[in-house]
Nanobody, 124 residues
Framework: QVQLVESGGGLVQTGGSLRLSCAAS????????MGWFRQAPGKEREFVAV????????KYADSVLGRFTISRDNAKNTVYLQMNGLKPVDTAVYYC?????????????????WGQGIQVTVSS
């Protein structure tokens, strides 16, 4: 089971940028699909982005397409989420997740390992 630790969250104004990082340990990082999810107060956890083993396959939620970029560095066992053009609706706890499979997925129940989450707050 891989362990995941997120960092890089915080408070930013509308239109600003943040880069989240997720460091993995305890597993073969290069064989995991890595995803980012978020959960706003009173709402269900939702998919944000996913990246495949090599970094070539990427998929985004429509709500972040064109503003967020997911990437990974397998040498550093780290996945990133660059968030630009942030809006107040992006305010949420962001979670990093890992999926040990040859198939991509975007549902929360398809990911077996989760980080503790990190707060991102966008002020208007």
């Amino acid at each position: 089971q891989v362990q995941l630790v997120e960092s890089g969250g915080g408070l930013v104004q509308t239109g600003g940028s943040l880069r989240l990082s997720c460091a993995a340990s305890g597993g073969t990082f290069s064989r995991y699909y890595m995803g980012w999810f978020r959960q706003a107060p009173g709402k269900e956890r939702e998919f944000v982005a996913v990246i495949g083993w090599s970094g070539i396959y990427k998929k985004y939620a429509d709500s972040v397409l064109g503003r967020f970029t997911i990437s990974r560095d397998n040498a550093k066992n780290t996945v990133y989420l660059q968030m630009n053009g942030l809006k107040p609706v992006d305010t949420a706890v962001y979670y990093c997740a890992a999926r040990s499979s040859v198939l991509a997925a975007t549902s929360t129940d398809a990911f077996g390992s989760w980080g503790q989450g990190i707060q991102v707050t966008v002020s208007s």
